[in-house]
């Protein structure tokens, strides 16, 4: 494709000779090759005059006008305005191949456009600034320039070549073949012509067969991708394939390189079906505006936005009839609506979990499960869906499918709700397994053999199946399911020594059943969980201990009132309360200043979750409301019932979010601090919590705007100034943060810290000045102590970390520019962060090609993440010890890379190499103490100490009362097994594995072979049985904490242990 633009150089030259001199013009040859100039377009020939005397001919020149026209030029004058263009036009153009030859097509075009104003017919030109905009993919501009060269010349065959091929890559392959065929004609020994031709052909073929059916068409599409691979249109019709195969990641990653170089309202519409697969709605429809943009009456577009029209409409008339208990009318609006788009996965889904929760008001608990089967079907990750099913599932007593489904249901939203309707079906499991048999057939445990005959056959007959042949599916298995549980029932009991037996086993599970929670607030909070199993020394355990605490805090221990609301008064005044309250109490408002970022208050919007009355006479119980300010009315005594209920919700949250603040779990506590203020938005306290979270977060324009809410909310509420004043500070905003210092001293004049911040804010705010002052113009040590200085001030301020890597890039410290700069990135992503940045990786040699001849920690970061993955490659393969080599070598660069560290460990773990687990897990304690990391720790060291405990019985696989001869033969049959000269052809693990395992059953086999050593080492196992026994006995857990209140939640079936316990330790 590339052709040579004539070198007018010499002809330029010839210009400023004596006329005398000058050559001669040629003859125009017929011969001159293809993609030079010939005579019609050369301004001079480099042939020589044969005779001074000869007669010039009359040549018609770019560069000389024509004597017919003109009269002849003199010998002293200059040249004329034609011979100057073409001058420049050819310097131009040099220039130009230049540029095309580095590949910067842009300025290349540039040249190539300024030379074809000055010679507008020189079709090299057009050639050389076609190829420009064909490697810029401007294939359109490119075709123009192509025709417009063999327009200049109908005989440059080169220009025939590039028209062909810019109609190759915009799909067009008919008219390709046309082109080149005249090139052919043209050029009839050329191969290369000749050859594109004939590709062009099977182009021309493979379109029409791929473009009659798309799903058929696959192989089609790839053979066109592959003969024509900068066409977009084939990339577009690959990418709807992968629509029609539901690929859509695949189908969005090629779409979005075809609109990279061209954006077609095709293009758009395929954008958008795969944005509206993914699930992003108003991703797609604005792709689908931009389509109609383009192309008003875009047929696809249209379609498909009509049956989304559809769609919607029905799906919003079965919602309005559900709302409004029309259910039949509901089930069928959501049917005709699943008929509509079938492929549209996500919305079909949410119907069919709609439908299934019209069943179930329905009483169709096989249709609902079904449905919502469908819809997880659709999308797996549907929560509402699949805990629809489990419910559906429990009304069924289908407990088994049940807990599954709200195990996926906790694995995907692992809230407290979820996890307690897990425990829930875990509970009813296993209280169905446990089957009252006196229950099932509605007797009393006293019956006698004649009432079990009657009540069997009585419930025997109404339940059996041939009285159920006209009832539907549903009430035939239930029955069915009846019939066997009465079966079962009256073949147990009916046995009197198999109903003696039961009856043994039915006492003993209601003694184990015997489970106490007590949660005990003294003012000091104490929480003891004692599950006993019948045991009288932890129920003595626990009364002797709660009485020495009580004698010890000198208070005694007073059982709270709960105040119920009736269902039937829920909008009752609070005078109506089962207790005399006349009106609510507020609380006390406490204001911590000293408290820092990052950490909660004290200012908590009441004392406690739930409305409680001491008990004593004559005393109102005390109710708790969030905080009201100065200028906020007392609560009247119409206050409804219904607002006190928020309070107490929201009281829960903010306690909730209080505690994960304090643990620095700033997302989980955000949102329990956006749940309460849902519920109440009227104390400051709970603004004041959530703008913490945000601080933490480092979203510190949200916490901005939190905290003048508090202080909006509360004119008085000094917290509020101080962590406006924080925000201001962390903002780069010293002089916005004095004011805010200064409200708060006025309103608090004597607060020490509040004196001392405002000093520092003042300090800040004449820093920062000096230093924006001077930093443009020069770097001095002064400046660099300044900054210094602020960030000590402000740490979280990442305008100042910006200012400090300025610095250092004036100061040509790039690599220490980049971290700091980096820092403050992941925190805001400023334009002068983003500038500096770009100085780094610009001037700090970290661009794309020289990346790979500098050794700079960055490098170093890639290549211990590269090995870490690497690593759990080898977990996935089998090969731990590969694993354990790359986690190595990783930690061995980064030797506080925790990933790494608590992998090798995992590793180790699956080797049984305890001690160097061990040793891993507690470095990782040490870099990362979290509970998860010390359980993981303490599990590692409970697995060594049982594999240093090995049972002999269980390493030669027999039972403990096996005679001598067992022994033998099933040490024979393993040591065969495992002998190393059995494993020549293994794997080095595996050799490994197999040593430690013969060694193993050699030991074994020395001790058990032994009389004298067997009964001593059956002796210790005994022995250790007993100790481990022994210690998991009892459970007992015991939790401090502040406040007098206690909450006893006794499970009981009626025993009189359980009632002589909880009396005595009231």
């Avoid at 494709?1 to 002809?11: D, Q």
């Avoid at 003109?70 to 230049?98: D, H, M, Y």
């Avoid at 001690?915 to 509970?931: G, Q, S």
């Avoid at 040490?971 to 430690?996: F, N, S």
């Amino acid at each position: 494709m590339p052709v040579e633009v004539t070198n007018l150089s010499h002809s330029m030259e010839n210009i400023n000779t004596p006329r005398r001199s000058r050559k001669r013009p040629s003859e125009s040859d017929d011969s001159t090759p293809v993609g030079q100039t010939t005579l019609s377009h050369r301004p001079w020939s480099s042939a020589k005059i044969s005779s001074p005397n000869e007669k010039r001919p009359r040549v018609d020149s770019p560069l000389r006008p024509t004597r017919a026209n003109t009269a002849e030029t003199p010998r002293t004058t200059r040249p004329s305005s034609t011979v100057v263009n073409q001058r420049k036009a050819a310097e131009a153009a040099k220039l130009g191949n230049t540029l095309l030859n580095c590949r910067q097509y842009k300025n290349a075009a540039k040249q190539f456009s300024a030379a074809l104003k000055l010679c507008p017919k020189f079709p090299s030109y057009y050639s050389r600034r076609c190829q420009c905009y064909f490697g810029l993919g401007q294939f359109a501009k490119a075709l123009a320039d192509a025709k417009s060269s063999t327009k200049a010349d109908t005989q440059f065959v080169t220009g025939y070549k590039q028209h062909a091929e810019c109609l190759l890559a915009m799909g067009r392959p008919a008219e390709a073949v046309k082109v080149l065929t005249v090139a052919v004609g043209l050029n009839a020994g050329d191969k290369e012509i000749s050859k594109s031709l004939q590709n062009a052909k099977e182009i021309t073929k493979l379109q029409r067969l791929a473009e009659r059916d798309l799903q058929t068409g696959a192989a089609h599409v790839d053979k066109l991708m592959n003969l024509s691979p900068l066409c977009i249109k084939y990339k577009a019709m690959k990418a709807e394939i992968f629509i029609q195969q539901k690929n859509y990641a695949a189908a969005q990653a090629i779409i979005e390189e075809v609109l990279e170089v061209d954006e077609s309202a095709d293009a758009f519409y395929i954008h958008g079906l795969c944005l509206h697969h993914s699930g992003d709605e108003q991703g797609s429809y604005s792709k689908f505006d931009k389509a109609l943009k383009l192309e008003k009456y875009h047929k696809r577009t249209l379609a498909f936005l009509e049956t989304s029209c559809q769609l919607a409409a029905r799906k919003e008339e079965g919602n309005v009839a559900f709302k409004s208990g029309e259910y039949e009318k509901a089930y069928e609006l959501y049917t005709e609506a699943l008929t509509i788009d079938p492929e549209n996965k996500l919305t079909n889904a949410k119907l069919y979990n709609n439908r299934a929760a019209v069943c179930v008001k329905l009483g169709r608990l096989n249709d609902a499960i079904r449905d919502c089967t469908q819809a997880i079907e659709l999308d797996s990750s549907y929560v509402k869906a699949i805990s629809r099913r489990a419910t559906c599932y429990m009304e069924t007593e289908c407990f088994e499918e049940a807990i599954r489904d709200f195990e996926t249901v906790y694995k995907l939203n692992p809230t407290p709700e979820n996890e307690k309707l897990l425990r829930e079906a875990k509970q009813k499991q296993k209280l169905n397994m446990q089957t009252d048999f006196y229950q099932t057939l509605g007797l009393e445990r006293s019956a006698t053999a004649d009432e079990i005959k009657k009540a069997y056959r009585k419930l025997a007959l109404k339940c059996h199946p041939d009285k159920h042949v006209g009832a539907s599916a549903d009430e035939k298995i239930a029955m069915e399911k009846k019939f066997k549980a009465i079966g079962e029932a009256h073949k147990t009991l009916s046995d009197p020594v198999e109903r003696a037996q039961y009856d043994r086993e039915l006492r003993q599970k209601e003694l184990r059943e015997n489970t106490i929670n007590v949660n005990v607030n003294v003012n000091v909070n104490v929480n003891v969980n004692c599950q006993t199993r019948s045991s009288p020394y932890k129920s003595r355990f626990t009364f002797h201990y709660v009485k020495k605490l009580t004698e010890r805090t000198k208070k005694p221990v007073e059982m709270p009132t709960i105040i119920e609301l009736p269902d039937d008064k829920e909008n009752m005044d609070i005078n109506e309360c089962p207790t005399s309250t006349e009106s609510l109490k507020r609380t006390s408002e406490s204001e911590d200043t000293s408290t820092p970022v990052g950490q909660t208050t004290s200012h908590r919007p009441w004392s406690s979750a739930s409305v409680l009355s001491t008990g004593r006479p004559g005393k109102r119980p005390r109710v708790c409301s969030p905080h009201r300010s100065a200028n906020t009315a007392e609560t009247p005594r119409t206050t409804r019932a219904a607002t006190l209920i928020s309070w107490r919700k929201a009281a829960a949250a903010a306690n909730t979010g209080t505690n994960l603040l304090n643990r620095q779990h700033y997302d989980e506590a955000l949102e329990k601090f956006n749940e309460a203020l849902e519920l109440c938005s009227t104390s400051p306290s709970y603004y004041s919590g959530r703008c913490q979270c945000y601080l933490g977060l480092g979203l510190f324009s949200e916490a901005l705007a939190d905290a003048k809410k508090s202080t909006e909310v509360d004119s008085k509420f000094v917290i509020g100034y101080q962590r406006q004043a924080e925000c201001l500070l962390a903002l780069g905003r010293p002089a916005d943060a004095i004011k805010a210092y200064t409200v708060a001293l006025e309103l608090k004049p004597d607060d020490h810290e509040i004196t001392e911040a405002l000093k520092s804010a003042k300090n800040l705010s004449q820093l920062q000045t000096l230093v924006e002052r001077d930093l443009p113009n020069v770097v001095s040590r002064r400046v660099v102590f300044y900054v210094d200085k602020m960030m000590k001030i402000a740490p979280l301020c990442t305008k100042y970390k910006v200012m400090k890597a300025d610095i250092f890039t004036q100061q040509k410290n790039y690599a220490e520019a980049q971290v700091i700069v980096e820092e403050a990135l992941e925190v805001n992503e400023t334009a002068d962060a983003l500038y500096v940045y770009g100085l780094c990786l610009h001037y700090g040699g970290l661009r794309l090609v020289h990346r790979g001849t500098h050794n700079r920690p960055r490098k170093q970061v890639d290549q211990r993440q590269t090995l870490h993955n690497r690593a759990a490659v080898c977990v996935k393969l089998g090969r731990l010890n590969d694993a354990i080599r790359d986690c190595t070598q990783a930690i061995e660069l980064d030797s506080s890379y925790v990933k790494a560290v608590s992998r090798r460990a995992t590793c180790y773990m699956e080797t049984e190499c305890f001690e160097e687990a061990i040793r891993d897990f507690e470095t990782l304690c040490k870099l990362n103490p979290t509970p998860e990391n010390e359980k993981l720790l303490r599990e590692a060291r409970r697995e060594q100490k049982l594999s240093m405990q090995t049972n002999f019985y269980q390493t030669l696989g027999v039972e403990r009362f096996a005679t001598d001869d067992e022994i033998k033969k099933a040490y024979r049959k393993l040591a065969l097994k495992c002998h190393p000269d059995k494993q020549v052809g293994a794997t080095d693990d595996v050799k490994i594995a197999m040593e430690k395992k013969f060694k193993a059953i050699g030991e074994a086999h020395k001790t058990l072979s032994d009389p004298v050593e067997r009964a001593q080492y059956d002796r210790e196992l005994r022995m250790e049985e007993f100790r481990d026994f022994m210690s998991d006995e009892a459970d007992i857990n015991v939790n401090v904490d502040v406040n007098v209140n206690v909450n006893v939640n006794l499970n009981t079936n009626s025993t009189p242990y359980k009632s002589r316990f909880v009396f005595h330790f009231v």
